[in-house]
């Protein structure tokens, strides 16, 4: 079959999101062939170009987020009409829309989901008949369309308090994330061509295929790893309470048509699954699919016996707030005092100047808490907590950062689904871990888990485990088997080929291949009678050909078999 592999800031860029295990699929899949759909985020991500590509993509076609071109379009009045008018729609479906008390996701009420959907498939049929939207996303129209909305009878409080400058940031903040409406990509021998649009995230991501869906009906995955709606949440702090009420707004609708419109959706874990059936994903669609991380590097030291100090704690990760480093000085202050001659790795790299920052505050804690225990000269370095990187003569790769102590730590407040956490299992090493993100998930029992931001309860597991080495060896057994059957990169393969096959098996034909002179081939893709029933949408998807006779636009919808995987055809 055909995918259309949609990512935001990834593959096939050098770096990135999901851009690992995105590759890992694609080399994975090798009998499929893959249509690669990228936006991009930066001007350095460009610059840093691609991924050397397996012979199984056979195109990509990229987008820049990050900056606007002004196409030149300028929309004649009938065009500027149905501007205002879908536009407008938006807005008030942003300013209507309910929040939770907490600024959770908005209400899914079908009046308010038809109004957004509505809008949002309005203004891209303009922006495919007239030429793009871009300038138009940008104009004093759309700005005084969003503040009718605001100042309208029923529009939410935040909404009413909005004032210009707070105006122009939304307005701004929408043009960037509708601008994969504006794109080439929605022809025939574009995302119109493929069998499956799989998008490797929500939001600006799943754009294209909600587009293709609408135009072609293709069937549409979504896969989320980490939801981009919580992310948005957790964006932007200090804005002012209008602009983070009406994005919230925005992209909570965006994640409930996303969802409403999928064939299946894939959360990595089941925190972000919560976080989806709360903004209005089906529990019949889910299907919890895990990361796929590459065992191999970290088998020799899975394999081995403990071979490192019994007394040493290790903690491996990017430096930075979230991950608390300052409650773990504070609990390894408890340890030191049950076990005087334990010590602490901490091996990382800050992330950016915030991190920077962190790591520098950490090592002054450090010294205050941990004063060098020898005099003279020659004290420094004596200090119970090292801060270390990975690539250094004593730690040259990740397996030998984890395997160089008894136990590995991990005290985030903040956590998605934790890769560190997961290395530190292939390695066959204890953890203790603070309960954040998917983290109870992912240990499943095989490992200790307190409650984040308490250095009390960190420090009396990390002494249990330092005191108690059958016990460490039982846990680090456990939690290598454990990952090596969930986390694999093998299983994540295996999982997204069965699913394709479903969905491609539950949906109905959608297009027509046409021969060399412009005939349709009835039989190029395998088909079945189409039998109406819970596994097919009520309206039959518009088969499409360009240049092919009149008839083949009312032909029978028929529900496409896929080809059996020995095959390797789509």
Not at 354 to 373: I, K, N, S, V
Request: proline share 8%; glycine share 10%.
């Amino acid at each position: 079959m055909r995918i259309g592999l949609l990512t935001e800031g990834g593959y096939p860029y050098v770096s990135g999101d999901a851009r690992l295990w995105c590759d890992r699929l694609v080399r994975g899949l090798g009998r499929h062939e893959f249509d690669v759909y990228a936006l991009s985020r930066s001007e350095r991500q460009e610059d840093e170009g691609w991924v050397p590509l397996p012979p199984q993509v056979s195109r990509v076609r990229t987008a820049p987020m990050w900056t606007s071109e002004d196409d030149g379009v300028v929309y004649g009045r009938r065009a500027r009409r149905r501007f205002a008018e879908h536009y407008g729609a938006l807005a008030t479906a942003l300013c209507t829309t309910r929040s939770g008390d907490s600024g959770g996701p908005a209400d899914g009420s079908d009046a308010q989901a038809d109004r957004f959907a509505s809008a949002l498939y309005g203004l891209a049929e303009l922006a495919r008949e007239e030429g793009g939207l871009e300038r138009a996303l940008r104009s004093e129209t759309a700005v005084r369309a969003l503040e009718r909305a605001c100042r309208a009878p029923g529009a939410r409080r935040p909404a009413r308090e909005a004032r210009v400058p707070e105006l122009l940031a939304v307005t701004a903040h929408l043009a960037r994330a509708l601008r994969p409406l504006s794109l080439d990509w929605y022809e025939d021998d574009g995302l119109g061509a493929v069998d499956l649009c799989h998008a490797a995230s929500g939001g600006s991501a799943a754009l294209p295929g909600l587009l293709a869906r609408h135009y072609f009906g293709v069937p549409l995955l979504v896969t989320e790893y980490g939801v981009q709606l919580r992310t948005h949440y957790l964006t932007a702090p200090d804005a002012a309470p209008a602009v983070r009420s009406l994005i919230a707004a925005f992209h909570g609708a965006l994640a409930a048509e996303t969802y409403r419109r999928a064939a299946l959706i894939t959360p990595g874990n089941a925190h972000a699954r919560r976080w989806q059936e709360r903004c209005g994903a089906d529990r019949d669609k889910l299907r919890t699919v895990y990361p796929g991380m590459d065992a191999g590097p970290f088998a020799d030291v899975g394999e081995a016996p403990e071979s490192a100090d019994s007394g040493t704690l290790v903690w491996v990760g990017r430096v930075e707030p979230a991950k608390d480093l300052v409650s773990l000085l504070h609990a390894f202050a408890e340890i030191r005092k049950e076990e005087p001659g334990t010590r602490l790795r901490i091996i990382g790299t800050p992330a950016g100047p915030e991190g920077t920052a962190y790591l520098a505050h950490c090592r002054g804690l450090a010294a205050q808490l941990f004063p060098d225990e020898a005099d003279g000269p020659h004290a420094v370095g004596r200090n119970p907590v090292s801060f270390e990187e990975i690539g250094g003569p004593e730690l040259p790769s990740a397996a030998d950062a984890y395997g160089s102590g008894a136990v590995v730590v991990l005290s985030s407040v903040v956590e998605g689904f934790p890769v560190g956490l997961v290395e530190a299992m292939f390695c066959g090493r204890a953890t203790v871990s603070t309960d954040a993100g998917a983290v109870v998930e992912v240990i499943g029992g095989t490992g200790l888990v307190v409650p984040p931001r308490n250095p009390r309860a960190l420090a009396e597991a990390c002494v249990s485990l330092l005191r108690d080495p059958e016990r460490r060896a039982r846990l680090g057994a456990a939690a290598r088997a454990r990952a090596l059957e969930l986390f694999t990169v093998e299983q994540n393969i295996a999982a997204f080929h069965g699913i394709y096959l479903e969905i491609l098996s539950r949906s109905p034909v959608h297009r027509v291949v046409l021969d060399d002179s412009g005939d349709p081939l009835p039989f190029a893709a395998p088909a079945e009678a189409h039998v109406p029933g819970r596994w097919t949408d009520p309206a039959p998807a518009r088969a499409v050909a360009r240049g092919g006779p009149g008839w083949a636009a009312d032909a029978p919808v028929r529900a496409s078999v896929p080809v059996p995987a020995t095959e390797g055809a789509r």
